[in-house]
């Protein structure tokens, strides 16, 4: 899947010790697909991560843009256990 990151992206992956092979697996196969609460341009991406603990990557990216721009990526501890 094609993509770009934000600086803010970029930066996050690096601080949380997010690697980019993980976060591109869930944009390639997510779980779960959300749609943003908020903002009908976003689109979180779910999925668990077997290096880490199965944690679940959130990967929050805006499909509207082209090609698709990923605004932030996260572990949402509230998930685990439900994807």
Known sequence: MEYELTQH???VLSERRIEVA???RVLVSPIVKQADAADPQLTHY???VAE???AVLRVVVDGKARPPRV???FFDRRMR???
Do not use: K, S
């Open 9 to 11: 992206a970029r930066r």
């Open 52 to 54: 880490h603990d199965d």
């Open 46 to 48: 779910l999925g668990p």
């Open 71 to 73: 605004i932030t990526a």
């Open 81 to 83: 256990g439900r994807v």
């Open 22 to 24: 993980w976060m591109e």
